[in-house]
């Protein structure tokens, strides 16, 4: 907590902006780290100077006891100052919610704050919704497809909140720029909360590996500046779809910087109190399964010390 009042101090826009941003995803492809790694590392980012960028702990519903007892054994969280858990389950329907209420009270060195699954159909996802406990976020993965704007209105009136898959280890599984486009279009329109994940290890859009082998294929990725500087465009206006696509492909630095007042990038300007705005209520997190290399690529764009 001093750590992040020193850096609203210094820089509110940063925070305002990347504040608790990175969930960090590090068991899952293309890291797919053991569990000890796992939780040895985010206890690292938790106590490192950084830690005010870092968000939940993403780990599969099986793996959550087990990475309970061994945090507790640990002694680096407690019930009192616990690790923030998301939780992946394998489906949006009433015996996965059920589960979540059976085993909500089971950990101790964890506190599960939220679960992440897929979109299975509309009746299931309406029976998740009602036994899902009301202190647990849902986040919903959603098809990029004509039924996009159905889905996101039936979240709303279920209060569950959206999310979106931005990449992959295949080529083919990275959608258009449209298409995450039109999810966080669809999301401002019905004022549903939400999350991104995969591929948005870097600041910027660009080539990249899509694994960490040495021969890995590339492809065209996102970058969660890029993702920002679209969710910020739609919240305002969700009509805005063309010039949101453009912010997903936009690799420019040109103006890109911070100062105290505002984050700026080529021709716009915002604030911290925008930002902020956002991120509270709209954009909460992207999933990672690396934290340093969000860091470290800001720090070469020169807006991270």
Not at 22 to 46: H, I, K, N, W
Not at 138 to 166: F, M
Request: with cysteine; proline share 6%.
């Amino acid at each position: 907590m001093d750590d992040l009042q020193d850096h609203t101090l210094q820089r509110p826009v940063l925070v305002s902006m990347l504040g608790q941003s990175v969930d960090y995803a590090g068991f899952f492809p293309p890291a797919s780290l053991s569990l000890p790694s796992v939780l040895e590392r985010y206890t690292q980012y938790s106590r490192s100077s950084h830690a005010w960028m870092l968000g939940r702990l993403v780990l599969p519903r099986n793996l959550c006891q087990e990475a309970d007892d061994l945090l507790r054994q640990a002694g680096d969280f407690s019930d009192s100052e616990p690790c923030e858990l998301s939780i992946v389950l394998s489906a949006a329907n009433s015996d996965e919610a059920a589960w979540v209420s059976q085993h909500l009270q089971s950990f101790v060195a964890c506190h599960a704050v939220a679960v992440e699954a897929k979109w299975s159909d509309e009746e299931a996802v309406k029976q998740f919704a009602g036994k899902l406990p009301a202190a647990v976020s849902g986040y919903i993965e959603v098809p990029l497809d004509r039924q996009l704007d159905d889905r996101i209105a039936l979240l709303s009136e279920h209060s569950l909140y959206a999310k979106v898959r931005t990449g992959g280890v295949t080529a083919d599984s990275i959608p258009a720029p449209r298409q995450v486009a039109e999810f966080f279009a669809a999301c401002a329109k019905h004022r549903v909360p939400c999350k991104a994940t995969a591929g948005l290890h870097h600041p910027l859009c660009g080539v990249f590996p899509l694994t960490y082998e040495h021969d890995a294929a590339c492809a065209p990725m996102f970058g969660f500046l890029n993702v920002l500087a679209a969710v910020i465009t739609l919240f305002k206006n969700p009509t805005e779809i063309d010039r949101a696509t453009t912010w997903l492909g936009t690799n420019h630095r040109d103006g890109l910087a911070l100062n105290e007042t505002a984050w700026t990038w080529l021709d716009q300007q915002w604030s911290p109190q925008e930002m902020a705005e956002v991120r509270s209520g709209f954009f909460h997190a992207f999933g990672s399964c690396s934290f340093t290399e969000p860091i470290e690529g800001l720090a070469e764009l020169g807006l991270l010390d």
